[in-house]
């Protein structure tokens, strides 16, 4: 069974630039999530999917981050336009059930210059 | 809000010995699970050993083992018999128990463990 995938594994843009990230979670699991650490301190949650259905996104910093999970598969997180602070790594993690574990992807860095 | 606290950024052990990581947490909840996560240099996260708050044994997979103080909010986790592929980021995480409740995880900032041959 193929584990979380994440695309790009690294993405190196410009201040002002776009960028999207991709995540494909286990096959049938409706809960993905979108967490990010920022070097060298904690990792922190983004947000929440229930199949298409943003079920939380308390985490999301502001409104240049757009995450998108059409039909409930895979999940996109846009960032536009890209600043210095949103450098980090970019997880994405996937379960079956919310109380369920949650099997992580392998992260995407983003370094913004 | 909840909140995690590694207060150890880096440790080392010797091959074969054993070592504790640290880890700390705050939470107003009484019920609640505990997580320790490993990340090997360039791979996934994955799952180390899990403990619910409301059972009183301590949660052992084999080398890993907790020691988990509900009382002093305290659940540190032990490596018996360090092994080279010990070597990794270990992040410390909590989750609210009740369905309806949050179901993110919040983790703590990591510690990275170095194996010595």
């Known amino acids: 069974e193929a584990g979380v995938t994440q695309f790009p594994s690294h993405s190196v843009i410009e201040k002002g630039q776009t960028v999207t990230l991709r995540c494909d979670p286990i096959s049938g699991h409706d809960n993905l999530y979108w967490y990010r650490r920022v070097m060298g301190k904690e990792i922190k949650f983004l947000l929440h999917f229930v199949k298409e259905s943003k079920q939380d996104e308390s985490g999301m910093p502001n409104n240049r981050f757009l995450a998108e999970r059409t039909g409930g598969t895979y999940s996109t997180l846009k960032v536009q336009p890209a600043e210095l602070e949103d450098s980090g790594v970019y997880f994405c993690?996937?379960?079956?059930?919310?109380?369920?574990?949650?099997?992580f992807g392998p992260g995407t860095r983003l370094t913004v210059l | 809000a909840q909140t995690v606290t590694q207060s150890q950024p880096e440790m080392s052990v010797q091959e074969a010995e054993t070592v504790t990581l640290s880890c700390t947490y705050d939470t107003s909840e009484s019920d609640y699970y505990l997580f320790w996560y490993k990340q090997p240099p360039s791979r996934q996260m994955i799952l180390v050993i899990r403990?619910?708050?409301?059972?009183?044994q301590n949660a052992t997979e084999n080398r890993f083992s907790v020691n988990f103080q509900k009382a002093a909010k305290s659940f540190s986790l032990k490596i018996s018999d360090s092994q080279l592929g010990d070597a990794a980021m270990y992040f410390c995480?909590?989750?609210?128990?009740?369905?309806?409740?949050?179901?993110?995880?919040?983790f703590g900032s990591g510690t990275q463990l170095t194996v010595l041959p």
């Open positions: 993690a996937s379960s079956q059930g919310g109380a369920n574990e949650q099997f």
């Open positions: 995480a909590y989750r609210s128990f009740f369905s309806g409740s949050a179901r993110q995880l919040t």
């Open positions: 403990q619910e708050a409301y059972k009183q």
